[in-house]
């Protein structure tokens, strides 16, 4: 049986009709066409499809759509403001943080959870910040360079 | 194959009574889901058995941190990251944090629950062993009320335990002021994130003049279950460190593991690792008091 689920994705109510175990995830792909989020291993190992629920990263293939009744989710999409990048997207686009793509929003969005409880984090802060995200091109140094210099450019 | 997903349902009572109470009524049809870190992962591989489940997250009485004067109590629903950023769990338990710690990454940390860990029973989980090492209690509660138990007896083989079909994991509680000198973890894993361990090993030990006075050591990853190594305490506690034959104690505690052999570890290396941990504790215990963490 579908139902009617609220809750607020990029800071606009929405209501959805789903399955109560439909992931999150396919939600934000299928039923909200925001495909910024992304798909790598649905098991909460690769970190692609991280978005904040109320604040905190998450892994958006672990959850089910019933538990974010009311609350507010932040993806990829909503991070931008006015039309202007986060000053962390800049960064990897300035700095070759992204190769194919596939694991960028995730790796963006834990950077982003990163600096806003850290302003200024080592390069070991940010390796341990980035351990749930995997990346099968770059060999991550541009990614953790990208980060160092989304603060320190 | 992914599981077929209107054949599921998650349902929201209007409280963490009535949960217990539609619990209780039809104990075969409902189950419990938290973090759902576990469950999600069966879920979508298609090996989730269960169809039907309750979903606790929504009840906060159940995240709280409680700090008594004998004991932390710790509720269910608190995640990895709750337990880590805890000032007083930072300081008497540090165990505990660093088991939080390296259970998968952030985005997991901010998820999983310590109540999941335990309910999932699995021998390898993380945090399990810190709450062997210092001495857990746990709370059971159903529609009629709660008992507490010691946590050793709780898991009783693999994947099962003393849980009743009506009953929740509400709590965990951890004695405070037992006096500990060392805290020492060690997870042997293939990377220090998103890893399970080979073997890890959680120890929480008071010694006083090169004697071992009090001495707990939780395992993962080498038997059934998360237990005691009951046996090397018999063979430490009270000893004079300078007299214990650490290669003699360490062999025989590595000879009563029963390890597997899995896609992540083989026995023997697992029965050898365990040894040299081990020699390595006994070493640890004869320096300074302090927290030794390695990963």
């Known amino acids: 049986m579908q139902h009617k689920i609220s809750f607020e994705v990029n800071g606009k109510p929405v209501t959805v009709e789903a399955h109560s175990m439909e992931r999150l995830l396919d939600v934000l792909r299928e039923s909200l066409h925001l495909t910024g989020t992304k798909e790598g291993c649905g098991e909460g190992e690769c970190g692609a499809c991280s978005v904040f629920l109320d604040g905190e990263l998450v892994n958006s293939c672990l959850i089910p759509v019933s538990q974010v009744l009311n609350r ?46 850290n302003k200024n984090p080592s390069r070991d802060e940010i390796k341990e910040a980035l351990a749930g995200n995997l990346c099968r091109c770059t060999g991550y140094m541009k990614i953790f360079d990208s980060v160092e210099k989304a603060v320190k450019p | ?29 409902w189950k419990v889901f938290a973090g759902g870190t576990d469950l999600m992962v069966l879920f979508e591989a298609g ?24 004991f932390v109590q710790i509720g269910s629903l608190c995640t990895y990251s709750d337990i880590q950023s805890h000032p007083v769990i930072q300081n008497e338990f540090p165990l505990l944090v660093r088991s939080g710690w390296v259970t998968g990454a952030k985005a997991i940390q901010n998820r999983g629950t310590i109540g999941g860990n335990i309910a999932n029973a699995s021998p390898a989980a993380d945090t399990p062993p810190s709450l062997l090492a210092y001495g857990a209690q746990i709370e059971l509660q159903s529609e009629k009320g709660s008992r507490i138990l010691d946590y050793t007896q709780f898991h009783l083989e693999y994947k099962k335990t003393a849980l009743l079909e009506n009953e929740i994991i ?29 073997v890890a090993l959680s120890v929480a030990a008071r010694v006083e003049a090169d004697q071992v006075l009090n001495f707990h050591l939780g395992l993962a990853s080498v038997a059934p279950f998360p237990m005691l ?12 460190l ?27 290396y697992r029965k050898a690792v365990a040894k040299n941990l081990v020699a390595h504790l006994i070493e640890i215990l004869g320096k300074p008091p302090g927290i030794y963490l390695e990963s």
Not at chain 2, 243 to 267: C, G, M, W, Y
């Open chain 1, 72 to 117: 507010k989710i932040l993806t990829i999409e909503g991070l931008s403001k006015e039309g202007g990048l986060h000053p962390v997207q800049k960064s990897f686009l300035q700095h070759g943080g992204a190769q194919c793509g596939i694991c960028t929003p995730g790796m963006v969005m834990a950077a982003v959870s990163l600096l806003e409880k």
């Open chain 2, 1 to 29: 194959m992914r599981a077929f997903v209107p054949d599921y349902e998650l349902v929201t009572k209007g409280s963490l009574q009535e949960t217990l109470k539609t619990l209780s009524q039809e104990p075969k049809i």
């Open chain 2, 47 to 70: 090996k989730l058995k269960h169809h039907r489940f309750l979903n606790l997250a929504p009840f906060s009485e159940l995240r709280k941190i409680q700090v008594e004067k004998d």
């Open chain 2, 170 to 198: 509400s709590s965990v509680r951890i004695p405070r002021n037992q006096g500990w000198t060392h805290h020492y973890y060690r997870k042997v894993g293939t990377r220090a994130f998103q890893s399970i361990s080979k």
């Open chain 2, 229 to 240: 190594a009951l046996d090397l305490e018999k063979n430490i506690l009270h000893q004079k």
């Open chain 2, 242 to 268: 300078r007299l214990v034959d650490s290669e003699k104690v360490s062999q025989s505690f590595s000879n009563l593991l029963s390890p597997i052999d899995d896609v992540r570890s083989t026995a023997a």
